[in-house]
């Protein structure tokens, strides 16, 4: 299903612009963790369960390995820089994400495996590889306020004749045994009374809502715009404030160029 249709030098050149990283081969020697004597080998060993038809959503069981994990956490270590976020168009308007952050190197061979799981993963969306990977640190308190990921006013050439966007999202949940810091969708229905208590939460309301428990590994997948290329309101979540110990998660954004 495609939701636009494109140049191929647009889309070159929209990836230039978001600082897209490339895919690289599935075997490689050059880790810590991975050592010439036991060559990384990149799998893809991961299942499905649909959350949402409409929107879209689906929540994905051991999307990254333990191992892989262990090698982010490595590369990454003292490298995180704390930031925050207000909304731009209130002069005194409060944090609504506090939390630290790091951008992962294309170059390294674990995240060129993750980016080519996830490539294959969103193979049916209309989309030219990632976004740059980020890693996100909320230790306690920390958390962020409702938002989407896609833009309002998405990023142009100077040209501007190109606009990208983001298709979809993935949150990849690494760890950091946090008490509290779910994700939170409102505007989806609630798992079944049955569901698997150790992922999901059901809320109180009539309504359904799911809230999405932290589990090392395991990824929630959405889309955030519509067919036309606008943004999908229903897609609003939030990060829930860490009550105790620190979340780290892993951010994976396929652009849209239109």
Same mark, same amino acid.
């Given at each position: 299903?495609?939701?636009?249709?494109?140049?191929?030098?647009?889309?070159?050149?929209?990836?230039?612009?978001?600082?897209?990283?490339?895919?690289?081969?599935?075997?490689?020697?050059?880790?810590?963790?991975?050592?010439?004597?036991?060559?990384?080998?990149?799998?893809?060993?991961?299942?499905?369960?649909?959350?949402?038809?409409?929107?879209?959503?689906?929540?994905?069981?051991?999307?990254?390995?333990?191992?892989?994990? =262990?090698?982010?956490?490595?590369?990454?270590?003292?490298?995180?820089?704390?930031?925050?976020?207000?909304?731009?168009?209130?002069?005194?308007?409060?944090?609504?994400?506090?939390?630290?952050?790091?951008?992962?190197?294309?170059?390294?061979?674990?995240?060129?495996?993750?980016?080519?799981?996830?490539?294959?993963?969103?193979?049916?969306? =209309?989309?030219?590889?990632?976004?740059?990977?980020?890693?996100?640190?909320?230790?306690?308190?920390?958390?962020?306020?409702?938002?989407?990921?896609?833009?309002?006013?998405?990023?142009?050439?100077?040209?501007?004749?190109?606009?990208?966007?983001?298709?979809?999202?993935?949150?990849?949940?690494?760890?950091?045994?946090?008490?509290?810091?779910?994700?939170?969708?409102?505007?989806?229905?609630?798992?079944?009374?049955?569901?698997?208590?150790?992922?999901?939460?059901?809320?109180?309301?009539? =309504?359904?809502?799911?809230?999405?428990?932290?589990?090392?590994?395991?990824?929630?997948?959405?889309?955030?715009?519509?067919?036309?290329?606008?943004?999908?309101?229903?897609?609003?979540?939030?990060?829930?404030?860490?009550?105790?110990?620190?979340?780290?998660?892993?951010?994976?954004?396929?652009?849209?160029?239109?």
């Amino acid at each position: 299903m495609a939701f636009s249709k494109h140049l191929k030098a647009s889309l070159f050149w929209c990836s230039v612009a978001l600082g897209i990283a490339l895919l690289a081969p599935e075997y490689y020697k050059s880790s810590h963790l991975f050592p010439t004597s036991q060559p990384f080998v990149c799998k893809h060993e991961y299942n499905i369960e649909i959350v949402s038809l409409d929107p879209l959503a689906l929540y994905i069981n051991n999307f990254i390995s333990e191992a892989e994990i =262990d090698h982010l956490f490595e590369i990454t270590e003292g490298k995180y820089v704390y930031s925050e976020s207000r909304d731009p168009n209130r002069v005194y308007a409060p944090r609504r994400r506090t939390s630290s952050s790091v951008i992962l190197s294309s170059e390294d061979p674990v995240v060129q495996c993750i980016d080519k799981r996830a490539n294959g993963f969103a193979g049916f969306l =209309d989309h030219e590889s990632f976004e740059s990977l980020q890693l996100v640190k909320y230790l306690d308190t920390e958390r962020h306020d409702f938002h989407y990921d896609w833009f309002e006013y998405p990023p142009r050439l100077q040209n501007g004749e190109v606009t990208c966007n983001r298709a979809s999202s993935f949150f990849v949940y690494l760890g950091g045994n946090a008490t509290g810091g779910e994700t939170y969708f409102p505007e989806l229905l609630s798992v079944p009374a049955d569901g698997d208590g150790s992922k999901f939460v059901r809320t109180n309301s009539e =309504d359904g809502l799911v809230v999405f428990h932290p589990i090392a590994g395991n990824a929630i997948f959405w889309v955030n715009l519509h067919e036309n290329g606008t943004g999908d309101d229903r897609n609003m979540h939030a990060g829930l404030p860490v009550i105790e110990g620190e979340k780290i998660g892993l951010n994976i954004w396929p652009p849209m160029y239109y």
